[in-house]
Every structure is written in structure tokens, then in C-alpha cells.
């Protein structure tokens, strides 16, 4: 799920790194708009929270995001999750 002024939107994920993420979705966002972005991780009671995020390029159903603002304690369940993921 993700949030900018003044709209909400949800998506799929792709990519995900410690730094950002490709994501697919209908909606139309603009490159260089910030965005709050709320990350719903398979197997995590809690979703994950973004601050900050920048939309950096769009390109049709898809735009990419950089994580600028993620909490310590946010940071720490991200690199915990993609550390997982990359054994699995």
C-alpha cells in the first residue's frame, strides 16, 4: 500500500532491495513525487513502514521507489526479511 498527497493505492512489489523496489499498479503516479509506503510481508503479522519514498522513473503499470526515510527499527525487519529470502 502506498500513500501521496492525495491519493492511496495498493500494489505488487518486485525487486525489493534494502534501498527500494519496482512496483506494479494501475494507478498513476508521477515521476518525483514522495510517497508514504506501507510494505505487507509474507509471513509478518505487521506491515513494514516507509517514511519517505521517492518515485524515481515510471514506465506504463510500473515506477520505482527509493527508500529515503525508514526507521532504524523498520530497517532492521527489512534487512532480516531480504537476508531470509536470499538463503531461501
Known amino acids: ?3 501521496g498527497a492525495p491519493f492511496i493505492g495498493e500494489a505488487v512489489l518486485h525487486n525489493l ?3 527500494g523496489c519496482r ?3 494501475t494507478r498513476t503516479v508521477l515521476q518525483g ?3 508514504t509506503v506501507r510494505l505487507l510481508l509474507p509471513n509478518h503479522g505487521r506491515s513494514l513502514i516507509v517514511d519517505l ?3 524515481r522513473w515510471v514506465r506504463e503499470r ?3 521507489i527509493e527508500f529515503l ?3 532504524a527499527q523498520e530497517r532492521a525487519r527489512l534487512v532480516q526479511f531480504l537476508a531470509h529470502h536470499q538463503r531461501g
Do not use: K
Open 1 to 3: 500500500m502506498f500513500a
Open 17 to 19: 532491495s534494502q534501498t
Open 23 to 25: 512496483v506494479e499498479c
Open 33 to 35: 513525487s514522495y510517497i
Open 53 to 55: 519514498a521517492a518515485v
Open 62 to 64: 510500473y515506477f520505482g
Open 69 to 71: 526515510r525508514l526507521p
